[in-house]
Every structure is written in C-alpha cells, then in structure tokens.
Nanobody, 122 residues
Framework: QVQLAESGGGSVRPGGSLRLSCAAS????????IGWFRQTPGKEREFVAT????????EYADSVKGRFTISRDNAKNTVDLQMNSLEPEDTAVYYC???????????????WGRGTAVTVSS
C-alpha cells in the first residue's frame, strides 16, 4: 500500500503559477502511474494530468494542455504538477492518485491523497 500527500497549494492571481507536489511513502512510486485530478464543490472529480510509471508518457486534459506540466522523480518518490497561466476556472482541490494503469479515469486509481486547495482570484 502507498500513502500519498499533496503540497504546494495556495492562492494566486490569474496568470500566476503554482507547483504542486505529491510525495509517496509506504511503497516506491515507480510501481504506479500517477494522476492529478481536481474537484470543486458540487462537481465530479475531474482529470487533470497523468504520467506513466517510468515518466515516458504523459496525458493532459484539454483545459490545461500547454499550461500544466506533470513530471516525476522516482528517486525522490515525488510527482510534481507545474501550473502556469492559472485561471479562475482552475480553482479547485487538487488530488494526486496512484494506480496500475496509465489512465484519465479516476476509477483506475487505487490510492488517493487528501488534496491541496488552489484558489485563483484577483
């Protein structure tokens, strides 16, 4: 079993940047594909980005493509999400998740962190 913990959330003005980090303990992160999802009150959890076990493949939601970059450092057991050109619509709680499949579907991820809040507002 793996435990995940997100960090790096906060408040930022539109156009600003944040870097979220997902740290793992319990097992080596390179055993899993890692996804980032986000959720706002009253809405379903939404796919943001995912990265394969070795880091060679990535996938992004259309809404963040070109602005967000997912990366992983298996030696440090971390996966980061660099978020640039942030928009108010990016406001959400962001979750990282670990799973056996490289997928944009939340049901393919078995382990979830508790989330970190991101607020984009002027």
């Amino acid at each position: 079993q793996v435990q995940l913990a997100e960090s790096g959330g906060g408040s930022v003005r539109p156009g600003g940047s944040l870097r979220l980090s997902c740290a793992a303990s319990g097992r080596f992160l390179n055993a899993y594909a890692i996804g980032w999802f986000r959720q706002t009150p009253g809405k379903e959890r939404e796919f943001v980005a995912t990265i394969s076990r070795g880091g060679g493949s990535t996938e992004y939601a259309d809404s963040v493509k070109g602005r967000f970059t997912i990366s992983r450092d298996n030696a440090k057991n971390t996966v980061d999400l660099q978020m640039n050109s942030l928009e108010p619509e990016d406001t959400a709680v962001y979750y990282c998740a670990a799973g056996g499949a490289f997928s944009d579907r939340s049901r393919h991820y078995s382990y979830w962190g508790r989330g970190t809040a991101v607020t984009v507002s002027s």
